[in-house]
């Protein structure tokens, strides 16, 4: 199979590279004084909450950002920590294969996905990236490497259980090895519209369960709430035949946008139809980061126009907010407009399928911002492994996300700022937010504020089982906890 990626082999480093690697990252770790905190030394990061500073010298992951191997016959990849799936899709898109879920945007890492939960269109049939990983290398607190496995011993399967979403309070993967599975060259897509959050929460639903629609088969599905009268499934297909393909990336039109090209004025029901190659179709939100890039200007005809092809993407906005976390640029330049402080409000939540027209009515309801993604996940474990996930007979084989097995669940995300009213507290917005997702039974991830209490925040990510995990695995603390790295910004 052909690809417009990059070549696949300046992106592998084969076993004896990523040893190399590994020696540089456990030197770097007996570098770090005791009783000093424990991170990666990242120039880098896809997290949307703030950090507190540290002057203790990083973790180096240098030697572990790249491709160990891929065995196209077995359809597994041995891939770095600190692999971005940029670089990950690109080496495996050669062999016409690809990972299981490809977060949206390039520069999140498998580890990070892994230890800090990703999603994508594949994952209604799918599940979350963690459940394609065979087996794990992690550098836990004790300076040791631990190879987590599903099969393992007692102590590898507990790590390997209970890693996903521990956002490096356990430690950080080294290696993972995961399952691939074959591509096409192309994907066709259908962007269907629906009228109401009703109706597209039962054609949701359908899809999920069915996996095709008007007797298409569907590979790839999510969707965009423009508003409560207008809103979008997206159904991918793959395929092989031949035919013409649109460009979002900025190479042949700078000014198509991917979620415009999703809006039709059709009436409920009607398809538009659309057709991407599949590296594009796998980053087909990062060019605009889905709508931020609006926040910038960057689709603004005029300023689009002069804006670089090579910054259309994730990473160059990533600069800019962290510019503004730093300066508070966006304030500050809304007083210059006479405009009042903005709240952040950047989350991704999972609700059931059975809440999800409720949550959807009383967002558009209540909180000022659109559009909104949408994307449905079932997991593909239905049991947990023996002893593992809360104990026996336990209906949560990961401990720290507890979600249900058979069971639908939509994640609904939205990235941008609210008005801050008089007498509003602290992150007045988020908290509302959070509320209404506990009272719906629902999560959220942990990659942006959180304002949950402790009391709350155990109840949801599997607070005894972390705090046992915790115990196993950093006995002496050298990570930082799972609640004050979400809720203490560590």
Known sequence: MGTDGRLSGSLIVGPRRHEEGVRRLLASFEAVPPGEPVRLAKKTSNLFRPRASSSSPGLDTTGLTRVVSVDPDARTADVQGMCTYEDLVDATLPYGLMPYVVPQLKTITLGGAVTGLGIESSSFRLGLPHESVLEMDVLT?????????????????????????????????VRLRIALEPVERYVELRHVRFDSPAALTDGLGRISESGSYDEEEVDFLDGVVFSADESYLTLGRRTDEPGPVSDYTGVRD?????????QHGGPAGSVARDRLTIRDYLWRWDTDWFWCSRAFGV????????????????SAYWKIIGLDHRYDLGNRI???????????????????????????????????????????????????????????????????YPLAPETTYVNIGFWSSA???????????????????????????????????????????GGEQA??????????????????????AR
């Open 419 to 461: 008005p801050i009213e008089p007498g509003m507290t602290e992150g007045a917005w988020n908290r509302r937010i959070e509320q209404e997702v506990s009272r719906l039974g629902g999560h959220k991830s942990l990659y942006s504020e959180v304002f949950y209490s402790r009391e709350e925040f155990d109840q949801l990510y």
């Open 141 to 173: 607190g004790t300076g040791e490497i631990v190879t987590a496995r599903p099969d393992g011993t007692d102590r590898e399967r507990e790590l390997f259980r209970g890693f996903p979403n521990s956002y490096g309070s356990l430690g950080y993967a």
């Open 254 to 262: 700078k000014q198509a946008i991917y979620y415009r090209s999703i």
């Open 299 to 314: 689709q603004n005809p005029g300023i689009r126009r002069w804006w670089p092809q090579q910054l259309l993407r994730s």
């Open 334 to 400: 809304g007083a210059l407009k006479g405009e009042g402080p903005r709240e952040r409000v950047v989350q991704d939540v999972e609700v059931t399928i059975d809440r999800t027209e409720e949550f959807l009515e009383w967002f558009l309801r209540e909180v000022p911002i659109e559009p909104l993604w949408i994307c449905p996940l079932r997991l593909r474990e239905s049991t947990p492994a023996p002893g593992v996930g809360g104990g026996p007979g336990s209906d949560r084989p990961w401990p720290l």
């Open 467 to 488: 705090a046992l995990l915790k115990t196993r695995f950093d006995p002496r603390g050298r990570f930082a906890t799972l609640y004050d790295k979400a809720v203490g």
